[in-house]
């Protein structure tokens, strides 16, 4: 097997922030650097950038960031094996700039040479402009999709999970997952040894359980409404109680449909999918802040067994409670919490 050459599309933006060269630098260190001892052909790298400049100096670096400096254009992306576009400006995300229509169609024709396409995290939106998304499923980070499936509607969008591999597409969530999906692209390279080997050198796993769900906060933000704000917060003093939308209407004073019309309303959700996700969050505290057992953490966010908290936490956060407590539960958890 032969890894091939690699090549991402730098879209240049002096007001990018260092903090938002992560994905970028995620590609760099798993495609950059040779392990010849892992394998004996490592992954060429180049860094493609719409305005290449192979001189320059220290004083042209823009304050508080960095400069690139390659001598490859975009045009160097339709020679490649696989191209990866990282994160793009927050002014493209939010729609007050365009994808540049130069980069746009560098990758359409990097698509057509048969190069392997890749996004990490907001890339995704440079990949769905060209039309490399139309009829597919693919991700980014979970903050952004709901943005990403209303401006590409041909678009499949899924939030809940770290990568999709849609064949010769393939597509990563936000920030960590873009490593998640790189080590996955060595994985189908070089074989699951090498990209084992390499997730210990990085100190991450070589594949996690679960997908982005599991890292979305599932309480739904307090309403401003002055006469269901005082209901939430009784219920949610109460999410171990056999709550009903009945008990709800009934404290609020109005009838059962009258309660479901305004919730909705006010939260975009019904009263069972808001009292269902209440739960799951107060599992998810529960399980982060304590070592209480399974049993008693189902009891005390509502959801009865510790087989229907399973099958919920599956089913809504993409990981059994036991994987997201060896994730997510803190050192200092307490030994019960009143248990």
């Given at each position: 097997?032969?890894?091939?050459?690699?090549?991402?599309?730098v879209?240049?933006?002096?007001?990018?922030?260092p903090?938002?060269l992560?994905?970028?630098?995620?590609a760099?260190?798993v495609?950059g650097?040779?392990q010849?001892?892992?394998?004996?052909?490592?992954?060429?790298?180049?860094?493609?950038a719409?305005?290449?400049?192979?001189?320059?100096?220290?004083?042209d670096e823009?304050?508080?960031?960095?400069?690139?400096?390659?001598?490859?254009?975009?045009?160097?992306?339709?020679?490649?094996?696989?191209?990866?576009?990282?994160s793009?400006?927050?002014?493209?995300?939010?729609?007050?700039?365009p994808?540049?229509?130069e980069?746009?169609?560098?990758?359409?024709?990097?698509?057509?040479?048969?190069?392997r396409m890749v996004?990490?995290?907001?890339?995704?939106?440079?990949?769905?402009?060209?039309?490399l998304?139309d009829?597919?499923r693919?991700?980014?980070?979970?903050?952004?999709?709901?943005?990403l499936?209303k401006?590409?509607?041909?678009?499949?969008?899924?939030?809940?999970?770290?990568?999709v591999d849609d064949?010769?597409v393939?597509?990563?969530?936000?920030?960590?997952?873009?490593?998640?999906?790189?080590?996955?692209?060595?994985?189908?390279?070089?074989g699951?040894?090498?990209?084992?080997?390499?997730?210990?050198r990085m100190?991450v796993?070589?594949?996690r359980?679960?997908?982005?769900?599991?890292?979305?906060?599932?309480?739904?933000p307090?309403t401003?409404?002055?006469?269901l704000?005082p209901?939430l917060?009784?219920?949610?003093?109460?999410l171990?109680?056999?709550l009903?939308?009945v008990?709800?209407?009934?404290?609020?004073?109005?009838?059962?449909?009258?309660?479901?019309?305004q919730?909705q309303?006010?939260?975009?959700?019904?009263?069972?999918?808001?009292?269902?996700?209440?739960?799951l969050?107060?599992?998810?505290?529960?399980?982060?802040?304590?070592?209480?057992?399974?049993?008693?953490?189902?009891?005390?966010?509502?959801?009865?067994?510790?087989?229907?908290?399973?099958?919920?936490?599956?089913?809504?956060?993409?990981?059994?409670p036991?994987?997201?407590r060896?994730?997510?539960?803190?050192?200092?958890?307490g030994?019960?919490?009143?248990?």
């Open positions: 097997m032969r890894p091939g050459s690699v090549a991402i599309a879209v240049d933006d002096v007001d990018v922030p903090w938002d992560y994905e970028l630098a995620i760099c260190s495609f650097k040779p010849p001892d892992l394998a004996d052909t490592w992954y060429t790298l180049r860094l493609c719409t305005r290449p400049d192979p001189g320059g100096a220290a004083e823009p304050p508080g960031g960095f400069a690139l400096r390659t001598p490859y254009g975009l045009d160097a992306l339709a020679t490649a094996d696989t191209v990866i576009v990282p793009v400006p927050m002014s493209v995300v939010d729609g007050e700039a994808v540049p229509p980069l746009v169609a560098a990758l359409r024709l990097a698509a057509e040479s048969g190069a996004s990490l995290c907001t890339g995704a939106f440079a990949l769905a402009e060209a039309g998304l009829g597919r693919a991700t980014a980070h979970w903050m952004h999709t709901d943005d499936a401006r590409y509607p041909k678009v499949t969008v899924d939030d809940s999970v770290l990568y064949g010769d393939l597509t990563s969530a936000g920030m960590t997952a873009g490593l998640d999906l790189c080590l996955h692209l060595v994985r189908c390279d070089l699951a040894r090498v990209a084992g080997q390499l997730a210990r100190v796993p070589a594949h359980a679960g997908g982005q769900a599991q890292f979305i906060d599932l309480s739904v307090a401003d409404d002055a006469g704000g209901v917060e009784w219920a949610s003093e109460r171990h109680e056999p009903t939308v008990d709800l209407a009934r404290r609020a004073g109005v009838s059962p449909r009258t309660f479901f019309r919730l309303a006010a939260t975009g959700t019904t009263p069972l999918k808001w009292l269902l996700n209440e739960r969050a107060r599992a998810q505290t529960l399980l982060e802040t304590t070592t209480l057992p399974i049993e008693r953490v189902s009891e005390r966010s509502g959801l009865g067994s510790a087989a229907n908290l399973r099958r919920h936490f599956t089913l809504h956060v993409g990981v059994s036991r994987e997201y060896k994730a997510f539960a803190g050192a200092g958890a030994a019960g919490a009143g248990s």
